[in-house]
């Protein structure tokens, strides 16, 4: 089995600590040595596997990928590799396989990421998924079929740089689906259509927000400070980056039927919509989605049971400019309280259907900077 990844850089060796990326709690010698380890565990199933296939064979696959995509999109070559390994040491090998090409891209984008321009917080957040991830592999801590697809897509993502960790949140270079514009209302579509012509600027590029559940010092900021920290973030990237026209998610955590409901949940909604932003509704939830909203709330779930509620996937969208213009705002009045790291947090299941535990708002200055 392959070594432990140290719990932080204390507890490397000086000569391997003075190796390690300025940001990193891990060290590059150290994730080498893991890959080797695994290497040698995916020789028992083929011997030649690593020698016709090496893990950069796959990883190259991955660099021609578009820049403006989901973390889901898988390209065919990339399928191919897979259905070809996969016939050769099955589904638990490939899984071995996809962990060694994990560590691959964690090896080199430890060395890329210093080279980009990203702020300084974002690349320690990186960071900390780094370590999160390898920890996951080396201590085989996921459950079976995990290092499939579309199960590890965001892990793959983080580890080419493509999904950007910023706190609450993780954000990718995306557009909106061309399907969220069958859903939308006939009475709001004119107003909506005119609202993403002329104040968004268009479907694309924007970045496009996700919930991890897999990463717990994101989802401990689920919280109004944590928001509009990660809100903060984002707006930097936009400043960064002015071909990007602003931000846009949806869940059933942005519904304003949860102002009646769960109120100490509207935040998430009003820190957007009183600012500048867009509320569009999409569909009734998916179950997956409508688990999400109902597992946390006893309320939710009484009236979901009496007909009251009924889960309801909305899409939320802030133009680039507004959404600067409220950073800067809110970065005038001062910052508010230290938000929490390193704290437990439940997560949830499902691919981005957050259940966010509920908990009144923390910030003290929390109407002035969500209201503008």
Not at 55 to 74: C, G, K, T
Not at 195 to 209: C, Q, T, V
Not at 220 to 225: K, R, S
């Amino acid at each position: 089995m392959v070594s432990e990844v140290p719990d932080s850089d204390r507890e490397l060796p000086s000569q391997q600590r003075s190796r390690a990326a300025s940001h990193a709690g891990l060290a590059p010698d150290t994730v080498a040595a893991a890959l080797d380890r695994l290497g040698g565990h995916i020789s028992e199933f083929d011997q030649r596997l690593l020698i016709e296939c090496p893990f950069d064979h796959y990883v190259r696959r991955l660099d021609p990928y578009p820049a403006i995509a989901s973390y889901s999109h898988i390209s065919p070559a990339v399928k191919e590799i897979g259905r070809i390994i996969s016939e050769r040491v099955g589904e638990r090998g490939l899984e071995r396989y996809h962990q060694g090409v994990m560590l691959t891209l964690i090896l080199r984008s430890m060395a890329r990421l210093q080279a980009t321009n990203l702020p300084e917080d974002i690349k320690s957040l990186f960071a900390d998924n780094f370590s999160r991830i390898a920890r996951n592999i080396v201590r085989d801590a996921d459950s079976p079929g995990f290092y499939l697809y579309p199960n590890f897509s965001k892990e793959l993502a983080i580890c080419t740089l493509r999904l950007i960790p910023a706190g609450v949140q993780k954000v990718e270079l995306n557009g909106l689906p061309r399907r969220y514009f069958l859903t939308i209302r006939s009475r709001t579509l004119l107003g909506s259509l005119s609202f993403l012509a002329f104040h968004l600027g268009g479907i694309k590029p924007l970045y496009e927000m996700h919930t991890d559940s897999r990463d717990p010092k994101a989802m401990v900021l689920f919280h109004p400070a944590g928001w509009a920290q990660f809100y903060a973030r984002v707006a930097r990237l936009l400043e960064m980056n002015p071909g990007v026209k602003g931000l846009f998610g949806s869940s059933w955590f942005f519904d304003p039927a949860l102002e009646r409901i769960s109120p100490e949940l509207a935040y998430l909604r009003t820190m957007v919509t009183e600012n500048g932003g867009r509320l569009i509704y999409l569909r009734p939830c998916s179950q997956t989605s409508r688990e999400d909203a109902l597992m946390y709330s006893a309320k939710r779930r009484k009236a979901f049971g009496e007909g009251q509620y009924v889960p309801t996937e909305y899409l939320v969208a802030w133009p680039r400019r507004a959404l600067i213009d409220w950073a800067g705002r809110a970065s005038s009045m001062g910052p508010g309280p230290a938000v929490p790291r390193h704290e437990h947090s439940p997560v949830m299941s499902g691919q981005d259907g957050a259940r966010p535990k509920e908990r009144p708002a923390s910030h003290p200055s929390g109407k002035e900077v969500t209201r503008g």
